[in-house]
Structures are given as structure tokens and as C-alpha cells.
């Protein structure tokens, strides 16, 4: 089946810190690969995406790599902010069916 | 512009009674997408429409739910004889078109709506 499993948090970090949350996925054909952000009190936003094999999303700093040999998308950081701190959930998408990380909740310290 | 938007942002009901939950999608948005969130856990994805059909509707955990969008823009999703498990964040998404597995349209979510079955 399809499914994704991301690092178990929560992560917290002092800003400027580099941040790595992993995240693997199982499935059947060839997905397209995203992260998700939800800041407090606000919806699901779209972070970044690749859509396939050895393609890099980026966005806001953040970047991950579609790694379809280890079945990965690992988001990285290399100086987070304290505005960073939020639930990130990775995710795949096969035909229109989107299936979602357990989330990973990060938190920022001055 | 207006996002997508979903009323009631909470709903508390009693076990066995019917619910409905609507979901505004984003004008000129033809998909529509459910999805539920329980405590801890990712969105699951429950349904999804293209235009006024449920292209699909395999996520559906049971035949008590049940999801309309009869004129291709306003959907409700509607919960029969609601179970204290159905309690969790129902969340609904829209997209320019359906995503294909050649390309992806972005889904915007809207904020959900909090299901409390007492």
C-alpha cells in the first residue's frame, strides 16, 4: 500500500540551528512527494513539493530531495527561526489520493 | 481573494445524531477534497470531487458518511448516526483541477471543522 512515515517529534531547536526531519515513504508507482507547514491557529499550507525521482523542492529555505533509491524526502534547514516553529507533515500523492505523515511538531527558542 | 472556508468551525453532538459540514472552496476551484484529522495524526483523505461527481470516494470509512456537491462549487459532508470515534477535524481542500500523475495542482485547505461526538 501507500503510506508515509515521518520523525516523531517534537523537535526543539535553538534559532540559527540546522534542522533535518526525516521522512520515508512505501508506494506503488511513482508519487509525487510534498511538505506541508501548519503554523498555529492557521490551516495546512504547502511548503514545497517534487514530483519526481532526484528533483529538489525549495521554498523559504527549506529544501528536500526526492530520493527514490532510499524512498525519502528529508526536509532540511540550515538556520531555522523562531517563526519556523510549526507542525510539518510530509506527504505523497498517487492519481488525486494524498496520503499524510503523522506530522512533526517543531518549536524555535530564542 | 477568499480562501477556502468551512462552517461550523466546531460542532458538539451527541452520539447517534446526523451532522453536516460544509466546505466553500476556492471560486473556480473544479476538485474538492475531505479529509479527517484525528488527534496526533496526518489529514486522511476521505473523498474527493471533480466537478459535481465523487471521483473518489474510497476513503469513505463507512456507508454513515456520505459527501454532496451538487452544483460543482459548495460541498457538506454529511455523518449518519454519528459514532464518539467520528470525533476528530474534518478538513477540506480545493485545486484548480484534479492532480494527474503527470502534474500536481496545489491544494489550498481551508481551517476545518472540529467534531466533538459526546
Known amino acids: 500500500g501507500n503510506s508515509v512515515t515521518q520523525m516523531e517529534g517534537p523537535v526543539t531547536l535553538s534559532e540559527e540551528a540546522f534542522l533535518t526531519i526525516n521522512c520515508t515513504y512505501t508506494a506503488t508507482g511513482y508519487p509525487s512527494l510534498f511538505w506541508y507547514v501548519q503554523y498555529p491557529g492557521e490551516g495546512l499550507q504547502l511548503l514545497l513539493k517534487?514530483?519526481?525521482?532526484?528533483d529538489k523542492g525549495s521554498n523559504k529555505g527549506f529544501e528536500a530531495t526526492y530520493r527514490k533509491e532510499t524512498t525519502s524526502f528529508h526536509l532540511e534547514k540550515g538556520s531555522v527561526q523562531v517563526s519556523d516553529s510549526a507542525v510539518y507533515f510530509c506527504?505523497?500523492?498517487?492519481?488525486?489520493?494524498?496520503?499524510f505523515g503523522t506530522g512533526t511538531s517543531l518549536t524555535v527558542i530564542p | 481573494g477568499a480562501g477556502v472556508s468551512q462552517t461550523p468551525s466546531n460542532k458538539v453532538t451527541e452520539k447517534g445524531k446526523y451532522v453536516e459540514l460544509r466546505c466553500d472552496p476556492i471560486?473556480?476551484?473544479?476538485?474538492l477534497y475531505w479529509y479527517r484529522q484525528s488527534l496526533g495524526q496526518g489529514p486522511e483523505f476521505l473523498i474527493y470531487f471533480q466537478g459535481t461527481g465523487a471521483a473518489d470516494d474510497s476513503g469513505l470509512p463507512n456507508d454513515r458518511f456520505f459527501a454532496v456537491r451538487p452544483e460543482g462549487s459548495v460541498s457538506t459532508l454529511k455523518i449518519q448516526r454519528t459514532e464518539r470515534g467520528d470525533s476528530a477535524v474534518y478538513l477540506c481542500?480545493?485545486?484548480?483541477?484534479?492532480?494527474?500523475?503527470?502534474?500536481?495542482?496545489?491544494?489550498?485547505f481551508g481551517p476545518g471543522t472540529r467534531l466533538t461526538v459526546l
Open positions: 481542500a480545493s485545486s484548480l483541477t484534479g492532480s494527474t500523475g503527470v502534474s500536481y495542482n496545489e491544494q489550498f
Open positions: 517534487a514530483t519526481k525521482a532526484d
Open positions: 471560486s473556480g476551484h473544479t476538485a
Open positions: 506527504a505523497l500523492q498517487i492519481g488525486n489520493q494524498f496520503y
